[in-house]
């Protein structure tokens, strides 16, 4: 059965680390954008793996009460399709948001504003937090990301790395979860009136060790498995391709994941 997941919430992207009341231009433009993340809008699942999502393109891998998922990418070269548009692309690694109603999130972003690309770190706890910038590390396309979610028993701990730059930062908190997913996600947010945001031409991204070289990345742990994310039980594995919400052209779609089971890639998709 296909299952609608909830309302998204709204992103106010604050500063992580310093709590600054003379807000950047940066940030103060990302607030007044007002756009959403969170949860799968799942479109229709199929009986061979595949699903299409509205908001979501990437893997995920579903099971019961998962302690971590961990992933890396390389942030890529970001092109605007038109300078008057807002474009958005988020790459996370998370537990939970398929099938649920919570995600616990963490990643980078890239969007076009009247031309011009900027990228930034993020975290989330959703619905609990909003979404909020990391003010204390600064992305390029290039850098080599690595991330992780861990939970505890008690809170969970989300950690990005910039293995370019060297640069981390690590966040703890708890919320309520359900803990049945484990997902490598490149997602359009919500809302451009009624309507998620257009991708910006984000090309490829590469996600997993044969790209980055970053060891145990884009793998996932619960009681049954733990190992990369095409290791598990093929009925457990979903490719999920982003179709436009309503036209249904497919607009991100992921590759084949590689012999080893840890890697693949998600490829944006002319309109």
Same mark, same amino acid.
């Not at 807000?23 to 007044?32: D, F, P, R, T």
């Not at 900027?118 to 910038?133: G, K, L, R, S, V």
């Not at 484990?182 to 359009?188: K, L, P, T």
């Not at 009624?194 to 984000?202: G, I, M, S, T």
């Given at each position: 059965?296909?299952?609608?997941?909830?309302?998204?919430?709204?992103?106010?992207?604050?500063?992580?680390?310093?709590?600054?009341?003379?807000?950047?231009?940066?940030?103060?433009?990302?607030?007044?954008?007002?756009?959403?993340?969170?949860?799968?809008?799942?479109?229709?699942?199929?009986?061979?793996?595949?699903?299409?999502?509205?908001?979501?393109?990437?893997?995920?891998?579903?099971?019961?009460?998962?302690?971590?998922?961990?992933?890396?990418?390389?942030?890529?070269?970001?092109?605007?399709?038109?300078?008057?548009?807002?474009?958005?692309?988020?790459?996370?690694?998370?537990?939970?948001?398929?099938?649920?109603?919570?995600?616990?999130?963490?990643?980078?972003?890239?969007?076009?504003?009247?031309?011009?690309?900027?990228?930034?770190?993020?975290?989330?706890?959703?619905?609990?937090?909003?979404?909020?910038?990391?003010?204390?590390?600064?992305?390029?396309?290039?850098?080599?990301?690595?991330?992780?979610?861990?939970?505890?028993?008690?809170?969970?701990?989300?950690?990005?790395?910039? =293995?370019?730059?060297?640069? #981390?930062? +690590?966040?703890? @908190? $708890?919320?309520?979860?359900?803990?049945?997913? !484990?997902?490598?996600?490149?997602?359009?947010?919500?809302?451009?009136?009624?309507?998620?945001?257009?991708?910006?031409?984000?090309?490829?991204?590469?996600?997993?060790?044969?790209?980055?070289?970053?060891?145990?990345?884009?793998?996932?742990?619960?009681?049954?498995?733990?190992?990369?994310?095409?290791?598990?039980?093929?009925?457990?594995?979903?490719?999920?391709?982003?179709?436009?919400?309503?036209?249904?052209?497919? =607009?991100?779609?992921?590759? #084949?994941? +590689?012999?080893? @089971? $840890?890697?693949?890639?998600?490829?944006?998709? !002319?309109?």
């Amino acid at each position: 059965m296909v299952r609608q997941l909830g309302v998204l919430t709204a992103i106010a992207i604050l500063p992580a680390i310093a709590q600054d009341t003379d807000m950047s231009g940066h940030a103060a433009m990302l607030k007044a954008l007002k756009a959403r993340t969170g949860p799968a809008r799942l479109a229709v699942q199929h009986d061979d793996g595949t699903a299409e999502s509205y908001n979501w393109s990437g893997y995920a891998v579903t099971g019961t009460n998962f302690t971590k998922a961990t992933g890396s990418w390389i942030e890529p070269v970001v092109k605007c399709n038109a300078k008057a548009d807002t474009e958005w692309a988020v790459f996370w690694v998370g537990i939970d948001g398929w099938g649920d109603d919570t995600v616990e999130q963490i990643g980078t972003y890239a969007y076009c504003s009247e031309g011009r690309v900027q990228h930034a770190a993020w975290w989330e706890f959703y619905p609990t937090n909003d979404i909020q910038e990391i003010s204390t590390m600064t992305v390029k396309a290039g850098d080599r990301i690595a991330t992780s979610v861990t939970f505890t028993g008690s809170e969970f701990v989300l950690e990005i790395k910039d =293995e370019t730059t060297g640069k #981390a930062f +690590s966040h703890k @908190g $708890t919320q309520s979860a359900d803990r049945i997913s !484990a997902e490598w996600i490149a997602e359009s947010p919500c809302c451009l009136g009624n309507a998620f945001y257009p991708l910006p031409d984000f090309g490829t991204v590469l996600f997993g060790k044969d790209s980055t070289g970053v060891a145990g990345t884009n793998n996932a742990t619960e009681p049954s498995h733990s190992g990369a994310f095409n290791t598990f039980p093929a009925a457990n594995v979903l490719a999920i391709t982003k179709i436009n919400e309503s036209s249904s052209v497919i =607009e991100a779609v992921p590759s #084949a994941p +590689s012999s080893d @089971g $840890t890697s693949f890639s998600i490829t944006w998709v !002319a309109p």
